[in-house]
């Protein structure tokens, strides 16, 4: 061990840690998308790697040991902001499945088209659809909210969700349709 601490400390050994500064930096800026942060967490772990240069055991692994220092850092930074529990969590954030402004956008298409496609339909089949698809009432439900018998309901519905179909799909390129067709 003291043979490690001898390498880190010689001229050469402090220049190969201070000359993985740029590495460093890079991966904390990959990590936190923050030049200032970036920079603190990278000095951090550099002054950390100096402090602790007798914990080093194999010099060709410095690398490896400077950045596991610099995720030591990152976590402790984490815990500081305490905005999660556990640092495993961090990869629900990072990994978010929520659509970005592209995925936004086209839901809002589709809710407008499937609007007007509703809007189209006649007023017997749009009460019907709306009432139990979108109000989710049942069958029973809406037959007592329109006076008319259950399978009134049932037929009106069937042909309303055959009508929006065919209107959604003629409306819709050929690469749009998988997602039209999970609409009831």
């Excluded at 936190?32 to 990278?42: G, I, P």
């Excluded at 086209?106 to 007007?116: A, F, G, M």
């Excluded at 007592?144 to 042909?159: C, K």
Aim: aromatic fraction near 6%; hydrophobic fraction near 40%; charge should be positive.
């Amino acid at each position: 061990m003291t043979n490690a601490l001898t390498l880190l400390w010689s001229n050469p050994a402090r220049k190969r840690i201070e000359g993985m500064r740029p590495k460093l930096y890079r991966m904390a800026y990959a990590w936190c998308h923050d030049a200032h942060l970036a920079d603190d967490l990278t000095q951090e772990a550099l002054t950390k790697a100096l402090g602790r240069a007798g914990q080093l055991r194999e010099a060709e692994a410095v690398g490896a040991w400077l950045f596991a220092i610099l995720n030591n850092c990152w976590r402790d930074h984490l815990r500081a902001r305490r905005e999660f529990c556990d640092v495993e969590e961090l990869d629900d954030v990072i990994f978010d499945q929520r659509p970005g402004p592209d995925g936004d956008y086209e839901r809002h298409q589709t809710c407008h088209r499937v609007r007007t496609a509703i809007a189209a339909l006649p007023l017997a089949q749009r009460q019907v659809i709306t009432l139990v698809d979108i109000e989710e009432y049942s069958y029973a439900d809406v037959a007592r909210i329109l006076e008319v018998p259950v399978g009134t309901v049932m037929s009106r519905l069937s042909r309303a969700r055959q009508a929006l179909k065919a209107h959604l799909m003629a409306q819709e390129p050929a690469s749009s349709r998988s997602q039209i067709r999970r609409i009831k």
